[in-house]
Structures are given as structure tokens and as C-alpha cells.
């Protein structure tokens, strides 16, 4: 029978929720048991798939071709398993659904109401991961804060969950703040005992307080806390600051939070392997080189809009021992007559990752240009890929008034455009090619060596493609189509093999990265950065 564990939010937003739930996750996966990951977002839009990236950060893609919010990315990062379409569910998913049952007639007779039927098709949602994941224990992140208008009736489920299941089956973790006032120079309670009682006042009792701090908090304020929030002290732990967000799991496990959440649903204490996680942190504190990429893009701003590439990276890194220094340059920015020989005069390598919409795309060729000609290693991916073609296009095979349909729909050389059956395409939710898609390789190729082997299959988010009419052309002038997803007759991936390491992909395969298991092309991607001396 499946457990469930909880992640709620108090006091602020921002206090690192998604990492409490990945670490305990983490941990319990440690201890021999099968775990699960799901996201309740209390917003009305079905999925971020619409989002813009300054607002809401990077889209992630599941291999089912669901896009979900960012934190399904350090779930995926954290616990090595492969999420799915029940792992991100908003209230705009709840409440389509719920209203077109209304409109089918399942209902026929009842006033549709908040509660039960909003209440019901959320907790469906909750059991339906426990069932078609098989998981021991599935951990559910409420987005948000406790208190928000929006996230009440998710709370308010989970309420009735904690009433049918009771504590040996459910387990429910407050994630809040202790601050520190300086003059007083005291960490404070006051804020975290409120966030509590705003939760008792809607029936829920939390078993766990994970308070986030800059200290480690004395045992008179657990005692506090214990005392005001019904909460044993033992089961109050500190989530100290951390320099690295993969230190938190160990730090909680020192403080036996996954102990005492097994014991509370009679699940027998296995040692905890760690091993993997262990070594890994040992690298990441014992790095010995560095080196700048430089990433080209129109989100930069923030950093979040591309946090899988910015990880993919990082893993990469490790894989050598080297602290990739990621150089975030706008691309509108080079639009302008910047130096470029200044902006990337310490840069190693180039990546160009994803994007929508023709703003800052001439920045990006110009950075791709500058990569090519100047023999800098470099990553295209999808975006990236789709302005690479149109950048060879261009300046080797001089083929004029060549673009992407989705920047200039009456260009003479439409080189990137829309697939037939998305000419008919009239919503813009949810229907880009997404997810998983097979990808033939071609042995000898730089992607084969990457992977080594010739069949590979990886998430997809994008609407245009690599227009086939032009592929002689370009072969000609020397770029190589070295993956290809015959099902479709589809461009995945080119690369110049007379260039150092010029590679780029339809795909995404920074969705696909793993601390512990960082992906062969950003591996061979670092490696030829590092050694671009
Ligand atoms: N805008 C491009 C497309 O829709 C690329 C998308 C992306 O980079 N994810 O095809």
C-alpha cells in the first residue's frame, strides 16, 4: 500500500520547498524504498507550457511530453526516476476537467461544488500517482504558500486525505522560515507558529517542521516550537543556507527526518546507501579546474529560465573535476556592435539553448557565427540547432533570404518550417512536438561516439523543423545530419565535423542529465571546452 508525504510552504515563498521534497525523496529512495514525485501548482493555466520564462523559469519536459514547472527537473535530478503526466497537476488541469465531466453528464443531478467535486478530482490525482507509479511512498509538493487564496482547495484535499488515512499512512512536512533580526540578534519563532496554526485552523496537523535558517536553531527554540505547534522536537529539523543545494539531503539526514517518517508509517529503517551521493559531493568540493562557457540567450535575466542546461553543465564539469563558470551573455546585446573578441575573450566554449519568438535571434547567429569561424567549441539545442543551420546557410552555402517560418512566414528559403501537421495548428497549449522521439545515429559521426550507440531517444519541445529540401545543400558545403528520427523523415542533429567540435540538436537533452550520470553530449561538449586551450 502506498504512503504519502506531504511538502506544504509557510511564512514565504522561495524558502527551497522542491529541494526539501526532492532531498527527503532522495533519502527514502536511499533507505530501499521505490519513490514517487508530483506537484500540486495552484494556478489556472493547465500547464507553464504558455508561461513566459522571465516569470516562471524553464519549462521541464517529461518523456511522456508533459511540460511542467522547473521543480520537476530537481525531482528528476535528485531521484534518478523518470516523472510522468501525474506529476504536475495545477488547478487549471482540476478544473477543466472537472467541467467538462459537468458538461458530459457525469454529475447529472448534483450541484458541482468546490467540495466535493474539486476536492474529489484532486485527491484522484493523488492516488492515480500511487497507483500507476507502484511507488512505496510518493512525495506531494503544494505550491505556494499555506494561507494563499488560491492553493485552499489543495489544502483543504489533503485535509480529507489526512482524515481517511491517518498518520501510519500520510505524513505531512512544513517547510517555513526562522529569521534572524539582527540588533536583537535572535532567531525568531513567531512567523513559523503562525504559518502552523494557519494550517491547524484549515484541519491540518503537520507531523515535520523543516525550518529554513541562516543558524542552526538552539534546542529551546525546538522546545518553543514543539510546545506552540504540537510538534515533537525531534521531529522539527533545520535547513541550514547551503552553498550547494546538493548538500541539503545529507544535511536533513544527519537530522534523521527519514528515519522518523518511516517509523511513523511502520515501515522498517534500512540502512541508508548514499554512497553515490556521498562521492558526488566529494567531487563537487575538491574541483580543480574551471572554465567559461558562455550561454546565449534572450532569457539570461534570469537564470532559472535555463536551470537544466546551467545543471547539464555543471555535471559535465564534474565528470573532470573542472567548475564550469557559466558566462550568461544577452543576445540582444550582440546585436549591437559589441567587441566580441572582449565578451568572450575567456570563453571556452558556446551554447546556444532554446527559445521562442524572433527577438534576439540575430545576437544568437552572430555568437554561432563567431563559434564556427573562430573554432570554439560549440552547443546548439533546438533553437540553437535551428539558428546554426540557418547560420551555415547563410555564410557557407550563401543561400539568400534564408530564415525560420516562425521569425519571417514569406522568407524565399523557408530552411526551418513548420511540419505539415502542425500547419492546421490552432491552439498554442500543449501542442509543440513534445517528449520522447526516437533518433537514429550515424556511426562514425561525432553523436555516435557521444552515445555510443546507434539508437537514442530524447525529450522534445518545438514546433518548427530542419526543412529537408535544403539537406543536399548544406551536405555539400560540409555539414553532417548525423541523427535523424526516421519515423518522420526528421533533422535531430548536425554537426561540422572540419570544425573542433561543432554539434547541435533538435532536442533537449539537458532534461536528461544527471549529477551522478551527466549527459554524453554536454560531457564530450565540457571535455572539448577544457581542452580548447
Ligand atoms: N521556437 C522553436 C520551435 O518552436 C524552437 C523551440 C525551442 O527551442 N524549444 O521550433
Same mark, same amino acid.
Given at each position: 500500500?502506498?504512503?504519502?508525504?506531504?511538502?506544504?510552504?509557510?511564512? $514565504?515563498?522561495?524558502?527551497?520547498?522542491? /529541494?526539501?521534497? @526532492?532531498?527527503?525523496?532522495?533519502?527514502?529512495?536511499?533507505?530501499?524504498?521505490?519513490?514517487?514525485?508530483?506537484?500540486?501548482?495552484?494556478?489556472?493555466?493547465?500547464?507553464?507550457?504558455?508561461?513566459?520564462?522571465?516569470?516562471?523559469?524553464?519549462?521541464?519536459?517529461?518523456?511522456?511530453?508533459?511540460?511542467?514547472?522547473?521543480?520537476?527537473? #530537481?525531482?528528476?535530478?535528485?531521484?534518478?526516476?523518470?516523472?510522468?503526466?501525474? @506529476?504536475?497537476?495545477?488547478?487549471?488541469?482540476?478544473?477543466?476537467?472537472?467541467?467538462?465531466?459537468?458538461?458530459?453528464?457525469?454529475?447529472?443531478?448534483?450541484?458541482?461544488?468546490?467540495?466535493?467535486?474539486?476536492?474529489?478530482?484532486?485527491?484522484?490525482?493523488?492516488?492515480?500517482?500511487?497507483?500507476?507509479?507502484?511507488?512505496?511512498?510518493?512525495?506531494?509538493?503544494?505550491?505556494?504558500?499555506?494561507?494563499?487564496?488560491?492553493?485552499?482547495?489543495?489544502?483543504?484535499?489533503?485535509?480529507?486525505? !489526512?482524515?481517511?488515512?491517518?498518520?501510519?499512512?500520510?505524513?505531512?512536512? #512544513?517547510?517555513?522560515?526562522?529569521?534572524?533580526?539582527?540588533?536583537?540578534?535572535?532567531?525568531?519563532?513567531?512567523?513559523?507558529?503562525?504559518?502552523?496554526?494557519?494550517?491547524?485552523?484549515?484541519?491540518?496537523?503537520?507531523?515535520?517542521?523543516?525550518?529554513?535558517?541562516?543558524?542552526?536553531?538552539?534546542?529551546?527554540?525546538?522546545?518553543?516550537?514543539?510546545?506552540?505547534?504540537?510538534?515533537?522536537?525531534?521531529?522539527?529539523?533545520?535547513?541550514?543556507?547551503?552553498?550547494?543545494?546538493?548538500?541539503?539531503?545529507?544535511?536533513?539526514?544527519?537530522?534523521?527526518?527519514?528515519?522518523?517518517?518511516?517509523?511513523?508509517?511502520?515501515?522498517?529503517?534500512?540502512?541508508?546507501?548514499?554512497?553515490?551521493?556521498?562521492?558526488?559531493?566529494?567531487?563537487?568540493?575538491?574541483?580543480?579546474?574551471?572554465?567559461?562557457?558562455?550561454?546565449?540567450?534572450?532569457?539570461?535575466?534570469?537564470?532559472?529560465?535555463?536551470?537544466? $542546461?546551467?545543471?547539464?553543465?555543471?555535471?559535465?564539469?564534474?565528470?573532470? !573535476?573542472?567548475?564550469?563558470?557559466?558566462?550568461?551573455?544577452?543576445?540582444?546585446?550582440?546585436?549591437?556592435?559589441?567587441?566580441?573578441?572582449?565578451?568572450?575573450?575567456?570563453?571556452?566554449?558556446?551554447? $546556444?539553448?532554446?527559445?521562442?519568438?524572433?527577438?534576439?535571434?540575430?545576437?544568437?547567429?552572430?555568437?554561432?557565427?563567431?563559434?564556427?569561424?573562430?573554432?570554439?567549441?560549440?552547443?546548439?539545442?533546438?533553437?540553437?540547432?535551428?539558428?546554426?543551420?540557418?547560420?551555415?546557410?547563410?555564410?557557407?552555402?550563401?543561400?539568400?533570404? &534564408?530564415?525560420?517560418?516562425?521569425?519571417?512566414?514569406? &522568407?524565399?528559403?523557408?530552411?526551418?518550417?513548420?511540419?505539415?501537421? !502542425?500547419?492546421?495548428?490552432?491552439?498554442?497549449?500543449?501542442?509543440?512536438?513534445?517528449?520522447?522521439?526516437?533518433?537514429?545515429?550515424?556511426?562514425?559521426?561525432?553523436?555516435?561516439?557521444?552515445?555510443?550507440?546507434?539508437?537514442?531517444?530524447?525529450?522534445?519541445?518545438?514546433?518548427?523543423?530542419?526543412?529537408?529540401?535544403?539537406?543536399?545543400?548544406?551536405?555539400?558545403?560540409?555539414?553532417?545530419?548525423?541523427?535523424?528520427?526516421?519515423?518522420?523523415?526528421?533533422?535531430?542533429? /548536425?554537426?561540422?565535423?572540419?570544425?573542433?567540435?561543432?554539434?547541435?540538436? !533538435?532536442? #533537449?537533452?539537458?532534461?536528461?542529465?544527471?549529477?551522478?550520470?551527466?549527459?554524453?553530449?554536454?560531457?564530450?561538449?565540457?571535455?572539448?571546452?577544457?581542452?580548447?586551450?
Amino acid at each position: 500500500m502506498t504512503k504519502y508525504v506531504f511538502v506544504t510552504g509557510g511564512v $514565504v515563498s522561495g524558502l527551497g520547498k522542491g /529541494i526539501t521534497a @526532492s532531498s527527503l525523496a532522495l533519502l527514502l529512495k536511499a533507505r530501499g524504498y521505490k519513490v514517487f514525485m508530483q506537484k500540486f501548482d495552484p494556478y489556472f493555466n493547465i500547464d507553464p507550457g504558455t508561461m513566459n520564462p522571465i516569470q516562471h523559469g524553464e519549462v521541464f519536459v517529461t518523456y511522456d511530453g508533459c511540460e511542467t514547472d522547473l521543480d520537476l527537473g #530537481h525531482y528528476e535530478r535528485f531521484i534518478d526516476e523518470e516523472l510522468n503526466y501525474t @506529476s504536475n497537476i495545477t488547478s487549471g488541469k482540476i478544473y477543466s476537467s472537472v467541467i467538462e465531466k459537468e458538461r458530459h453528464g457525469d454529475y447529472l443531478g448534483a450541484t458541482v461544488q468546490l467540495v466535493p467535486h474539486i476536492t474529489n478530482e484532486i485527491k484522484n490525482k493523488v492516488y492515480e500517482a500511487g497507483l500507476t507509479s507502484k511507488a512505496d511512498i510518493v512525495i506531494t509538493e503544494i505550491g505556494g504558500t499555506v494561507g494563499d487564496i488560491e492553493s485552499q482547495a489543495f489544502i483543504e484535499t489533503l485535509r480529507q486525505i !489526512q482524515y481517511e488515512k491517518g498518520s501510519t499512512e500520510t505524513a505531512f512536512v #512544513h517547510t517555513t522560515l526562522i529569521p534572524y533580526i539582527i540588533g536583537s540578534n535572535e532567531l525568531k519563532t513567531k512567523p513559523t507558529q503562525n504559518s502552523v496554526k494557519d494550517l491547524q485552523n484549515m484541519g491540518i496537523r503537520p507531523n515535520f517542521l523543516v525550518c529554513r535558517t541562516p543558524f542552526s536553531t538552539s534546542d529551546s527554540i525546538k522546545e518553543k516550537l514543539s510546545l506552540f505547534c504540537s510538534i515533537p522536537k525531534e521531529n522539527i529539523v533545520d535547513a541550514i543556507d547551503a552553498k550547494n543545494i546538493y548538500d541539503i539531503p545529507i544535511n536533513m539526514h544527519k537530522q534523521g527526518i527519514d528515519e522518523l517518517i518511516l517509523k511513523q508509517f511502520n515501515l522498517p529503517v534500512n540502512k541508508a546507501n548514499l554512497k553515490d551521493w556521498e562521492n558526488l559531493l566529494y567531487v563537487m568540493d575538491n574541483l580543480k579546474e574551471e572554465v567559461e562557457i558562455a550561454l546565449v540567450g534572450k532569457y539570461v535575466e534570469l537564470h532559472d529560465a535555463y536551470l537544466s $542546461v546551467a545543471e547539464a553543465l555543471k555535471h559535465a564539469g564534474y565528470k573532470y !573535476q573542472t567548475k564550469v563558470n557559466i558566462k550568461w551573455v544577452n543576445s540582444e546585446d550582440l546585436e549591437n556592435n559589441l567587441d566580441f573578441k572582449e565578451v568572450f575573450k575567456n570563453t571556452k566554449g558556446i551554447i $546556444v539553448p532554446g527559445g521562442f519568438g524572433n527577438r534576439g535571434t540575430l545576437g544568437m547567429i552572430k555568437a554561432i557565427n563567431y563559434a564556427r569561424v573562430n573554432n570554439i567549441p560549440f552547443l546548439g539545442i533546438c533553437l540553437g540547432m535551428q539558428l546554426s543551420v540557418i547560420e551555415f546557410a547563410r555564410n557557407v552555402c550563401k543561400l539568400e533570404d &534564408c530564415n525560420s517560418t516562425e521569425f519571417d512566414p514569406l &522568407c524565399k528559403n523557408p530552411i526551418i518550417d513548420l511540419m505539415s501537421d !502542425q500547419k492546421t495548428v490552432i491552439n498554442m497549449g500543449g501542442t509543440l512536438r513534445l517528449g520522447n522521439y526516437n533518433c537514429k545515429l550515424t556511426k562514425g559521426t561525432l553523436a555516435y561516439n557521444d552515445y555510443k550507440t546507434d539508437l537514442i531517444q530524447e525529450r522534445h519541445r518545438h514546433r518548427y523543423e530542419f526543412n529537408n529540401k535544403y539537406m543536399d545543400l548544406l551536405k555539400e558545403k560540409g555539414m553532417v545530419f548525423s541523427g535523424i528520427n526516421e519515423e518522420s523523415n526528421l533533422v535531430e542533429i /548536425i554537426e561540422i565535423p572540419k570544425h573542433k567540435h561543432f554539434i547541435a540538436c !533538435q532536442f #533537449h537533452p539537458e532534461f536528461k542529465s544527471r549529477p551522478t550520470r551527466p549527459h554524453p553530449l554536454f560531457v564530450s561538449f565540457v571535455k572539448a571546452s577544457i581542452d580548447n586551450k
